[in-house]
């Protein structure tokens, strides 16, 4: 009987423990096995047969749910269509779960990333790793490795979008993969400008890379790079909410740690702080607060001429071009403000309705009118005034908006002094300048550099310029290549000036 | 005055009857030694000086005892009054610093501090004490009061500082204060003197105090009434009553601060308002100043592109008639040359029909010599093919047949053209 009783005790100790390795087992099962969708347009069948009927087209990047296996193919189950169905096996990657598949995520996520078109394949996995890395390792480098390639990703999708697709099914694959990338929570932004419609992604994982301290200096150097693109920020703003954002951006640039960077990302940093510095001063001086705005355009000046154009990709000559036309424009904000005295010298003075008059006087003439005076609506750079030597012509830096400065021009003619305005080109106004270059001896003609960057064009010349008419007499595209520049150019011209850069 | 003549001549009186008495012992006590001095009989020694210095001494001491005690020159202490009073005269003198001359017996002083003295009403401080105040309603009440004062000696003088009693309180302070707040707190209810006019109260009887202690020379500096002691069931209705007003006032003054809170509110909201219209305003005129700007530069710009178009119009015609007339000289050119070409291919047409002729003729003469040739010499012909062959044929094996050349095949033609030639020449014979 004792015997008995003990084997019965310990086939009731066996039981119980077969239980609970049955139930613990249990437990360390995955919850659902989830699989991505590796390729395009994968069609959803109805049954596990190459003949079966279409229950929809999944997209790159989508996740299903794996509920079965057979043969080649895998029953699955969309949830966002709330739909299941059949998909070929080798149509799907299957992700792991737990710290363990982090590795090998992120060895994938490496790879991916790197490939054009498959911006949404990179963000799943870039999802599935940030639900697989612990806590700990999402705030260190892995976790900025994620971060870092979410935002590229996403930046190259906008891309993708904004350039829009030739043909149908390019389009309307990449309307699908703009969907699976608002399923994975990253949002774009649509910025109207001129007749089209730019996309831009919203940025969240540029900003909270940025708020990481194990983030590299080059990933910093990207997100902030990519928060603060100028071509994404609202047109249609204000200029004191575009006076912010500015600031906003300037402070962004600024915590980049450059130390540590790349030459080539210094210099693309530099670049956009200098685009983004010229800004500012512009509005500064807009508002009337000159000496923020002469602090302003000294840093934009100081970031333009840090710049390196050695170490500027080709991608990134265009930006700077930009920004060198944006800093050049604001560039007598940084001078000292009063004009070299002459024998005629232009005072302003501010009308009660914003505009600002620029009067040109004589100042041997005690209580005089004055000899012209014209208004405008921009901001006239007193500091920039020069008359040339015979006195019947002066040239005034007048800025009527953001990066546009024009060139004004009194000249003495038999009925008295005129003003003309030359403008950067004969374009729309965009981005550029005209400025005054020197004066040929004998009044009659004057040395012009024009530069802009308006209606997809680019133009950059160099004139002698007839001063009755402003119209050209020669142009070239260097400076050197016309004799008057070599032999009359105003010195502090050559000195300032971003023209010749 | 009469006071003082009186005691004085009593005294002297009292003085007078000393003297007799002392003389009369000497006939008195003469009896009492005579019968004494039989009984012993002492050696005869002088006490007279033993007396005498026993006496001396004694006044000494006495003398020294009575300026010890009562000192003629008396100091005064800072911050005291000495009111010193001739016992003969009455006149009164008040000293406020140094010493004072007071020969004992003749004069008196009183002193009296400047100080500021304190005195507490114990005997009404509470409702079941002693003398409690009386409200309107009867009821007793304890006041926890007290009273602050001092001589005020710029008011005090000779005359008045003799009618000052020694114990102030006692005899000013208190009389008066009693004389005071029993009136005063008899004419207001509990409720009065316990919260709603407690302040006024205590004003009235500062005041009434203080006029009557001015009357005695004494200023009054403060009258703080403390705790005050209601009977305690009194004190429980009260103090429920008091905190129904305490609650409806409560309810008042938030109502108050609610109000004031609205008012803030309304206040902040319209400076807000008016912040943010200015700023909208600003920013309007901003934008609108921006979009101005934006216009002037676009004005700026357009006459250039005018001149730019009418320039490229220019250009355009200059290069449009620059082809036209191209165009012209080349269709001209054209013409000439097709003209030319014309008349060239004429010639040319007209010299190959020259040629045909001249080689048709030169044919016809060569054939005719060639006809006569072979009809005079026939083998020539197998001559010509076997020439003609030679480079082609190397070995050729056949049949002789019909006439026995290999080549009649081929030269059926030539046959035939002989044949032809000759009918041509026998019809040109016939011609």
Request: proline share 4%; with cysteine; hydrophobic share 45%.
């Amino acid at each position: 009987m004792k015997q008995l009783g003990n084997v019965l005790l310990a086939a009731a100790v066996v039981a119980v423990l077969a239980a609970v390795f049955s139930v613990s087992a249990r437990a360390a099962e995955p919850v659902a096995a989830v699989a991505l969708v590796t390729r395009d347009a994968v069609t959803l069948r109805a049954a596990p047969r190459d003949s079966a009927a279409a229950q929809t087209v999944l997209w790159r990047g989508e996740v299903v749910e794996i509920r079965a296996e057979r043969g080649d193919f895998v029953q699955v189950w969309d949830h966002q269509r709330e739909r299941g169905g059949y998909v070929k096996r080798s149509q799907l990657l299957g992700v792991g779960s737990g710290e363990q598949a982090a590795p090998e995520l992120l060895a994938l996520l490496g790879f991916v990333s790197e490939q054009p078109g498959s911006e949404t394949l990179g963000l799943a996995l870039a999802a599935a790793a940030i639900q697989a890395l612990p806590g700990a390792a999402l705030q260190g480098p892995d976790g900025a490795r994620v971060l870092d390639a979410i935002g590229r990703q996403a930046e190259r999708l906008a891309e993708r979008a904004s350039q829009g697709a030739q043909r149908s099914q390019d389009r309307a694959m990449l309307t699908a993969h703009l969907d699976v990338a608002r399923r994975h929570g990253v949002t774009f932004q649509s910025i109207e400008d001129g007749e089209r419609v730019r996309l831009c992604y919203e940025g969240d994982a540029h900003r909270r890379l940025l708020a990481m301290p194990a983030a590299s200096a080059e990933q910093q150097a990207r997100a902030a790079l990519a928060l603060t693109r100028s071509d994404c920020q609202n047109p249609q703003a204000r200029p004191g909410e575009r006076e912010a954002a500015d600031q906003a951006r300037a402070a962004l640039l600024d915590r980049v740690p450059t130390t540590t960077l790349a030459a080539h990302w210094r210099a693309r940093l530099a670049t956009r702080q200098a685009s983004v510095w010229s800004g500012l001063a512009f509005a500064r001086a807009q508002r009337g607060d000159a000496t923020a705005a002469r602090s302003a355009a000294e840093r934009a000046l100081q970031a333009i001429a840090r710049v390196d154009r050695a170490e500027l990709a080709d991608d990134d000559l265009t930006r700077h071009t930009e920004a060198a036309l944006r800093a050049n424009a604001v560039r007598w904000a940084a001078g000292s403000g009063v004009a070299p005295a002459a024998a005629l010298s232009i005072t302003t003075r501010k009308l009660d309705d914003g505009q600002t008059c620029a009067s040109l006087i004589d100042p041997r003439q005690k209580a005089a009118q004055p000899l012209a005076e014209r208004c405008s609506w921009g901001v006239v750079w007193a500091a920039s005034a020069s008359v040339n030597r015979e006195g019947n012509a002066a040239a005034l830096a007048v800025q009527p908006i953001d990066g546009w400065r024009e060139l004004w021009v009194f000249r003495k003619t038999a009925q008295g002094w005129t003003v003309q305005v030359l403008p950067p080109a004969a374009l729309n106004p965009g981005l550029g300048y005209a400025e005054l270059a020197g004066w040929v001896p004998g009044g009659r003609q004057m040395l012009v550099a024009r530069e802009a960057m308006a209606e997809g064009r680019t133009v950059r010349r160099f004139e002698v310029v007839e001063l009755n008419t402003l119209t050209p007499q020669r142009t070239a595209f260097e400076p050197d290549a016309l004799g008057p520049f070599a032999r009359w150019p105003d010195a502090a011209w050559k000195r300032d000036s971003l023209a010749l850069r | 005055m009469l006071l003082r003549l009186k005691s004085l001549t009593r005294s002297v009186r009292i003085a007078l009857a000393r003297l007799v008495r002392r003389a009369a012992p000497g006939a008195a006590s003469g009896d009492d030694a005579s019968a004494v001095r039989p009984l012993r009989a002492m050696p005869s020694v002088s006490l007279r000086p033993i007396l005498l210095t026993l006496g001396v001494t004694a006044a000494a001491l006495g003398a020294g005892y009575v300026i010890v005690k009562h000192p003629p020159v008396q100091q005064l202490a800072p911050g005291h009054l000495a009111l010193r009073t001739n016992q003969l005269t009455g006149d009164t003198t008040v000293w406020r610093s140094g010493p004072v001359w007071a020969l004992p017996g003749l004069y008196q002083v009183t002193r009296y501090p400047l100080q500021d003295q304190t005195w507490h009403a114990a005997s009404m401080a509470s409702a079941d004490g002693p003398s409690p105040a009386q409200s309107v309603e009867g009821l007793s009440i304890g006041l926890d009061l007290s009273v602050r004062y001092a001589i005020d000696p710029a008011r005090l003088t000779a005359a008045k500082a003799a009618s000052l009693p020694e114990r102030l309180v006692t005899q000013i302070v208190e009389p008066a204060v009693q004389a005071t707040v029993y009136k005063i707190i008899a004419r207001h209810t509990v409720r009065e003197i316990f919260s709603s006019q407690r302040a006024q109260i205590e004003q009235e009887i500062e005041g009434q105090i203080r006029t009557k202690l001015a009357a005695d020379g004494l200023l009054l500096r403060s009258i703080h009434i403390g705790k005050i002691d209601l009977p305690e069931d009194y004190r429980r209705g009260m103090e429920v009553l008091l905190t129904e007003g305490l609650s409806a006032e409560k309810m008042r003054y938030t109502l108050e601060l609610r109000e004031k809170q609205v008012k803030e509110s309304e206040l902040t909201a319209s400076a807000e308002k008016a912040r943010r219209e200015i700023a909208a305003e600003a920013a309007g005129r901003e934008q609108v100043i921006a979009a101005k700007a934006q216009e002037e530069a676009m004005k700026h710009v357009l006459p250039f592109k005018q001149r730019q178009i009418e320039q490229r119009k220019l250009e355009a015609e200059a290069n449009r008639v620059s082809r036209v007339q191209q165009a012209e000289g080349e269709a001209q050119a054209r013409r000439i040359e097709a003209a030319g070409e014309a008349e060239a291919r004429q010639k040319l047409a007209d010299a190959e029909a020259y040629r045909l002729t001249r080689v048709g003729k030169a044919n016809a003469e060569q054939m005719a010599a060639e006809g006569a040739l072979i009809t005079k010499h026939p083998l020539l012909i197998q001559k010509t093919m076997a020439d003609r062959l030679s480079d082609k044929v190397q070995v050729i094996i056949a049949s002789p047949s019909q006439g026995g050349f290999i080549g009649n095949n081929l030269l059926g033609s030539v046959a035939r053209a002989q044949t032809a030639s000759t009918e041509v020449d026998t019809d040109n014979t016939e011609q």
